[in-house]
């Protein structure tokens, strides 16, 4: 046999034991004697448009995978909302209330995650994510003690999603800006400090504004990828909207430099422009221990769905806008935090191109229609925008293949988007309409 023959030979020899290898210790981190590690996730800003349909996803997600696991004596999931101090008693009853939904439309022998709310203060210095991460262990450990059948030396896995900020127009936008950036910081510094920081995993919600700013020219000079960053936006105290951006831009590169000097497994997730049916609308009014309980108030009050009501209401023209659904940005969070692949990656998460505001106007329109809650002919639209530095129409960013390749996503059409927030908020303004005159008589 030749020398090179020997060579190749080897060299796949090799190869078949580093892949072999590589297999065992993949299915021995994510086992523990056959059994599914216990997985806790940490949301901030739960109480959020985009949180909120977060939770929702990891109890959907977490209570299929359980379904299908035989082993009682397994700990069942957990997830612990943040939220400011004074919603933990209306997140926990709201919670409560959706969960209870769940069960009961599901079947078979499922155990759907636990579900806390804790505080979460972003400017207390990192206590309360701190107090979450501590309060994870304790009550992991707590469980695994009232079990001979585990091993208390198996630590859970923990991902931590940090989606809590402040978008919108405040009266001291620079400040809400710099408070966004801080709160930041000092999260990831606290997961770093954190003596198990080695079981944690990291997705921060950043922002296509951390990819680009207003009228930037794309690196490629036609569409915006990955790589961009927003290297234009800065603090304006008369524009809220580049204060956010530049917001965005400091966070999520403050962020990644942390996490990479404190060894964190990180994942940041950019979405432009969320729209979508908030997952708090509910289908009718429940009643809980004989009092009536009005869902409708549970709405997030986010700037996104404050200005698609506006659209549909006809009380302000439409805007064409690069933007994604709310349920898919919520997906992406979760697969980022459980695909090892996403760790280290940056990834948009996007529609990649704007429609005309002619056409969104089209479908609200019909929607208006359909739904006979609203006059179709009191929508508008803005004719005068043409698109920032890419025309509207053609290609603004790079994202459906490796949305698709990193985390098994593939995007709700835009039309869809807009014809299903269309009609969910016209049935929440109809059903308090309902209410409103049903009290008046």
Not at 95 to 117: D, H, N
Not at 178 to 197: H, M, R
Not at 363 to 385: A, Y
């Amino acid at each position: 046999m030749t020398g090179s023959a020997l060579l190749f030979n080897f060299c796949s020899w090799l190869v078949l034991v580093i892949s072999t290898a590589s297999t065992l210790a993949l299915s021995i981190s994510s086992s523990n004697n056959g059994n599914r590690v216990k997985r806790i996730s940490i949301v901030t800003g739960a109480n959020g448009y985009v949180g909120r349909e977060v939770v929702n996803v990891l109890l959907n997600t977490n209570n299929d995978a359980n379904k299908n696991d035989g082993n009682d004596e397994e700990d069942v999931d957990e997830i612990l909302c943040l939220v400011r101090s004074h919603r933990v008693e209306s997140e926990t009853k709201y919670w409560s209330r959706f969960k209870s939904s769940l069960l009961a439309s599901t079947t078979g022998t499922s155990k759907t995650p636990t579900i806390k709310v804790l505080p979460y203060d972003m400017l207390d210095g990192g206590k309360s994510i701190t107090d979450a991460l501590n309060a994870a262990v304790n009550n992991d450990n707590d469980s695994d003690s009232s079990s001979t059948e585990n091993n208390n030396d198996i630590d859970p896995e923990i991902c931590v999603y940090h989606i809590a900020s402040v978008f919108g127009p405040s009266e001291d936008h620079i400040k809400v800006a710099k408070e966004n950036v801080q709160g930041t910081k000092d999260l990831v510094c606290a997961i770093g400090e954190f003596p198990k920081s080695a079981c944690c995993r990291l997705v921060v919600t950043s922002s296509m504004a951390a990819v680009r700013g207003s009228g930037q020219i794309p690196m490629n000079n036609e569409y915006y990828t990955h790589q961009d960053w927003n290297t234009q936006s800065t603090l304006e105290d008369n524009n809220w909207g580049a204060s956010y951006q530049w917001s965005k831009a400091e966070s999520e590169r403050i962020a990644w430099k942390i996490s990479n000097d404190m060894k964190i497994k990180m994942t940041s997730i950019c979405p432009s422009f969320v729209f979508g049916p908030p997952t708090s609308i509910p289908s009718s009014t429940t009643k809980t221990d004989s009092n009536e309980v009005d869902t409708t108030t549970n709405l997030s009050n986010s700037f996104s769905i404050t200005l698609f009501g506006q659209w549909v209401r006809g009380t302000s023209p439409i805007q064409s806008r690069l933007f994604v659904d709310v349920r898919d940005v919520a997906k992406a969070h979760v697969a980022a935090g459980t695909k090892s692949d996403a760790i280290g990656e940056r990834i948009i998460v996007s529609t990649e191109a704007r429609i005309p505001s002619k056409e969104m106007a089209d479908i609200l329109k019909d929607v208006c229609t359909e739904s006979g809650l609203s006059d179709p002919e009191g929508i508008s639209f803005d004719s005068t925008f043409k698109g920032g530095a890419i025309p509207i129409g053609n290609q603004e960013a790079e994202s459906t293949d490796r949305l698709f390749s990193l985390l098994g996503i593939t995007l709700t059409p835009v039309h869809e988007t807009i014809r299903d927030m269309g009609r969910a908020l016209l049935l929440v303004e109809g059903g308090n309409n309902s209410k409103e005159s049903a009290a008046k008589k």
